[in-house]
């Protein structure tokens, strides 16, 4: 099964990217630009940053200096990652090229040499293992063994050798969900216990006090007494996935179930409405709990790809629906936000607020701030995380158990699994009519994920036709060839407001249609964003380019000082309320105007804008 | 005439440390804690750190490596600014032993040797040399020449040489306000021209482009062609200062003029209610216009100091009183709030929003944020700034020109100034009473500042007693000793609401009374501060420990959920104007509670706690 993650039990199993093929569509779509423009593009921009060029002259040229950040051997792994779930003809050129850095012990770094495991709270050597781990699985998975997965196993023994038996882990996980998955994929026990281990000892603390605090790499509590993901957001989300991983492996429901508590009350306080995670720029972390501005949301790119990760073992491990939901929200609107539409340039943070237009600039973004797409970065996580993550989004559609099939994510493509054919045809999410088609029969339940906003949809099938509340809708029959299954999700905007306890977006309301977060973004002559109030009058569809967009009401406020803007309160007998239609300077009351939403995962493909998904609201409800 | 600022020409001159003495009261009880406290604090920490000890050891013991981050020398001169303004009896000492380290050249630095002016963006070479030229004017201006001018005047003439015709120039701004202040202490010219052209060959650009991008140092525009401070806020002020020095003493108006119109759009577009400057932790910087998270602010402490120190240097050049009323806000909202009462801890970071009580730490504090108060930093700028700022405070609360005397800011004390000798009488801030008596008599204008909230001020003497709009109050006579002047400045408490575009701030007030900023601090018992909506009531005074205390009324709301934290619209059919009492989930209206607000500045001195300047507020209005 080629999946990246695989399970020996829980209450659902993966079906890879041998039984899921995603045919023209949405996610289709993105599969493809990965395969046919990202992955590419990544290699190239590693090429001539001289991060590949790290492996080629290592030990070679000494007057060549090292490019790049001291953890840049990851992302040719995460490319590698990519490759091999793409089956992609380069894999072979670029594993001889890492495998020839690889010393006789298995050690494997291009940036430390004698000085090996001399900084484990930034030294990135078993992050950099980590990912390299993954690739090999996903190689082993999808094509067997090979020189690249010989070079993951060697490094992953060194690592058992190296610290089976020490206090010491790194100060990134991932090490721990890698391991895991390589013994899923030998059944070599020592990887587990390794990972087990390295789950165990963080938080002892296992590292050294940093400006930013041990919370920062999830070493200031054990993992199990944690009550909430804190600190870097990846590193967060990493973390979770490996100790899910080892709860799952060594029956640890312990364990589990302090991973899914923190889940629950991360989930209620310190996630956007995107998905995004993490309010902090400095130690990209999560804020407190509801420290969530929109113009501060760091939400980076890789934190989301963490998110989908642990959403998946935690929906594999439960069958909760909720875990598919917060993956399919952050799918939308994190993960297709990241990359431009031709799949050549990304963002890094994906705020919720942009007030200026970006200014343009070409090459390297030496910055992370999310106002405009990058071709490439100093620290190039993020493209190539969607590199393989797109590549390998096949996997994270559909499940299995023993009564039949879960269709989590509603995408064109078709299922296979066990006798069972499926086609899906929709175009969701900008229509909410799902058809399944059977393509090869055998009696099963075929399960239908139902959104927990899709308020009022319904399931029919073989003459009936019910009601479809939250969760999944179970289709159970006899399946002859051509029969069909029809899913209609009502995908109606509806307007979202914030808990009272968010304190930056008191006051505001946001649209959502389906699983799709909007967004207002100012391209070309559309007012200024921050003088608009939003009426809460239903949006009107309008299809523009295969994609919905939506039209509000607004009204244009007028700034209340153009000096100090911190205002007295005026005198008690001045009307408190204002009218309906807010003064315009000339004092005539303003005209309800149009303001044009698009989905937030498009904005900033017409160039430099400002962009809102959080409108001031002239009314706290519709 | 003792003051940090001396220019030659300018509206109003300022009155020094010689004419100047404060008495107990808000202010001369910060100035005696300066002098008797915080400079020994922060001398102790640095013989500690090894600071101090860098210069002692310098090419004497090679086995020792140099202690502190590279700019750690600029620490040890924002003290003896500070002990040279303050008369310290440790000045002589420390200067010896600065002054051993000085090489034959004038080079002087700890960090660089032979790798001398290798990293202008990040060495801070130039940035040290200001505050050690800063210290020597002081010391000059105080005492005379001493082996501490003569090391200042030997850096700077090596500066000269070094640097008059390159087009180099120093990663954070500093050198240059500090070599028009030594021309001014001099009458030396090359230090004015060496200035002049620092300041004008940044933006050319002079330095390398960097990660944050060249704002953060100012370097992506010509000073004069700015619109707004942008960037670090500590470099954008301090340049700022530069500039505005230059431009006076070059009779260049248009750079004035430039530095005014940036003040003006920043003052209405990027300050804090406090004064406080910076909404970025990661490059310590302003964000764009009206990003103005409360939960985010950084207004580092010495961003305020430097944000003083030019509102000083705008209103002599000026004489516009909107430059004080901002020093004086600052002063008591940012300068006032980073040490705690007794002088030995100190805010770096001064958000108007902590939601979640500091975990206290023993010794230094590796981070910045500014939800506990630390007796020291990695980087250890705010004490020392803290403590020469507070030494030479006597020196920006009066001013003359030909016609008599101003007094900007109102606190006991002693103002002499050519045959006249008043002497101040006030509890302000706490109380708005102020009281001016002629110990000294002359014909002469005395100008008492109104500040913009006062309004239905009054001024009183010699019989007459008339309104006292904003601005300056002027009692004109030939005045007798024992003449009184009395301001009544109406200290009321007032509420305060956000300009519309600051989105975070949305539906939320704040109140302040007199110049002073106050907040809910949730020590103890008090009700979580996210779920209390303020009633805009009039606050009622309490007079505690010497300081006003106010009681505001407050409503205990409901979190709206406790999951998913973003809530769909509710059916129109349902209400959609809340209850005066909001229900708690008993379903009962909740009756009004009391909400203690304390000074803002005097928050965490009670221990860890939660806080918030602005509450979120039922009524948009009074």
């Known amino acids: 099964m080629a999946s990246p993650v695989l399970p020996s039990s829980?209450?659902?199993?993966?079906?890879?990217?041998?039984?899921?093929?995603?045919?023209?569509?949405?996610w289709g779509d993105r599969v493809a630009l990965s395969r046919e423009v990202i992955i590419d593009h990544c290699r190239e921009w590693m090429e001539r940053d001289g991060w590949i060029g790290n492996f080629?002259?290592?030990?070679?040229?000494?007057?060549?200096?090292?490019?790049?950040?001291?953890?840049?051997?990851?992302?040719?792994?995460?490319?590698?990652?990519?490759?091999?779930?793409?089956?992609?003809?380069?894999?072979?050129?670029?594993a001889a090229t890492v495998a020839r850095a690889q010393e006789e012990d298995g050690y494997l770094n291009t940036r430390w040499h004698d000085d090996r495991y001399t900084d484990f709270e930034w030294g990135h050597e078993l992050y950099c293992?980590?990912?390299?781990?993954?690739?090999?699985?996903?190689?082993?998975?999808?094509?067997?063994?090979?020189?690249?997965?010989?070079?993951?196993?060697?490094?992953?023994?060194?690592?058992?050798?190296?610290?089976?038996?020490?206090?010491?882990t790194c100060g990134?996980?991932?090490?721990?969900?890698?391991?895991?998955?390589?013994?899923?994929?030998?059944?070599?026990?020592?990887?587990?216990?390794?990972?087990?281990?390295?789950?165990?000892?963080?938080?002892?603390?296992?590292?050294?006090?940093?400006?930013?605090?041990?919370?920062?790499?999830?070493?200031?509590l054990p993992v199990r007494k944690a009550e909430v993901f804190r600190g870097h957001a990846v590193r967060a989300t990493y973390l979770a996935c490996g100790a899910v991983d080892v709860a799952v492996e060594t029956g640890d429901t312990e364990l589990l179930a302090a991973i899914e508590a923190q889940w629950d009350r991360t989930v209620a306080r310190r996630v956007h409405l995107t998905g995004g995670m993490g309010s902090h720029h400095a130690d990209e972390a999560f804020g407190e709990d509801f420290e969530l501005p929109p113009d501060r949301a760091y939400a980076e790119t890789c934190a989301g790809v963490g998110s989908v990760m642990l959403a998946q073992r935690l929906l594999l491990a439960t069958g909760d629906v909720r875990y598919a939901d917060l993956a399919e929200r952050t799918l939308f609107n994190v993960l297709a936000t990241s990359p431009a539409l031709d799949g050549r340039s990304f963002f890094y943070a994906n705020p919720l607020h942009v007030r200026v237009p970006a200014t343009p600039s070409e090459g390297i973004n030496q910055g992370v701030e999310g106002d405009l797409r990058s071709p490439w970065f100093t620290v190039s996580c993020c493209p190539n995380n969607i590199a393989r993550t797109y590549a390998s989004l096949a996997a994270y559609l559909a499940t299995s158990d023993a009564s039949g099939v879960q269709i989590h994510h509603h995408t064109p493509g078709e299922i296979r699994h066990d006798g069972l054919a499926l086609r899906v045809e929709t175009g969701y999410p900008w229509s909410g009519a799902v058809t399944v088609r059977v393509l090869e029969a055998r009696p099963a339940r075929i399960s239908l994920r139902v959104p927990a906003?899709?308020?009022?949809?319904?399931?029919?099938?073989?003459?009936?036709?019910?009601?479809?509340?939250?969760?999944?809708?179970?289709?159970?029959?006899?399946?002859?060839?051509?029969?069909?299954i029809r899913l209609d999700l009502p995908v109606t905007p509806r307007w979202t407001f914030p808990d009272n306890r968010?304190?930056?977006?008191?006051?505001?309301?946001?649209?959502?249609?389906?699983p799709v977060?909007?967004?207002?973004?100012?391209?070309?002559?559309?007012?200024?964003?921050?003088?608009?109030?939003?009426?809460m009058s239903p949006p009107v569809e309008h299809l523009v380019d295969g994609v919905v967009e939506l039209d509000v009401r607004s009204t244009r406020i007028s700034p209340e000082t153009d000096t100090w803007p911190y205002i007295p309160a005026q005198p008690a007998e001045q009307p408190a309320e204002r009218p309906d239609g807010d003064p315009d300077p000339s004092g005539q009351p303003a005209s309800p105007e149009t303001l044009r939403l698009v989905p937030y995962h498009r904005w900033g493909n017409r160039g430099p804008a400002t962009m809102r998904v959080w409108l001031p609201a002239a009314d706290r409800r519709v």
Chains 1, 2 share one sequence.
């Open 172 to 220: 990134h996980p991932v090490v721990e969900m890698a391991l895991v998955e390589l013994y899923r994929a030998t059944g070599v026990e020592r990887y587990l216990e390794m990972a087990r281990r390295f789950v165990e000892r963080r938080g002892a603390p296992a590292l050294a006090d940093i400006a930013f605090g041990r919370a920062y790499f999830q070493d200031d």
């Open 517 to 535: 977060v909007y967004c207002a973004e100012s391209v070309g002559d559309v007012p200024e964003l921050a003088l608009v109030e939003a009426r």
């Open 129 to 168: 293992y980590g990912h390299l781990i993954q690739a090999g699985v996903a190689r082993l998975r999808m094509h067997g063994e090979d020189e690249l997965t010989t070079v993951a196993r060697r490094a992953a023994d060194h690592v058992c050798r190296r610290f089976m038996d020490t206090s010491e």
């Open 56 to 94: 080629r002259e290592l030990n070679k040229n000494p007057a060549r200096p090292r490019q790049g950040r001291e953890f840049s051997d990851s992302e040719i792994y995460k490319l590698l990652e990519a490759m091999a779930w793409a089956d992609h003809p380069g894999l072979p050129e670029l």
């Open 502 to 514: 968010v304190d930056a977006l008191r006051g505001c309301a946001a649209v959502e249609r389906g």
């Open 10 to 26: 829980g209450v659902l199993s993966p079906l890879g990217l041998d039984s899921v093929r995603p045919a023209p569509g949405f």
């Open 453 to 484: 906003w899709a308020s009022g949809a319904r399931i029919s099938y073989g003459g009936t036709d019910r009601p479809a509340p939250a969760g999944y809708a179970v289709a159970e029959g006899d399946w002859q060839v051509g029969d069909e």
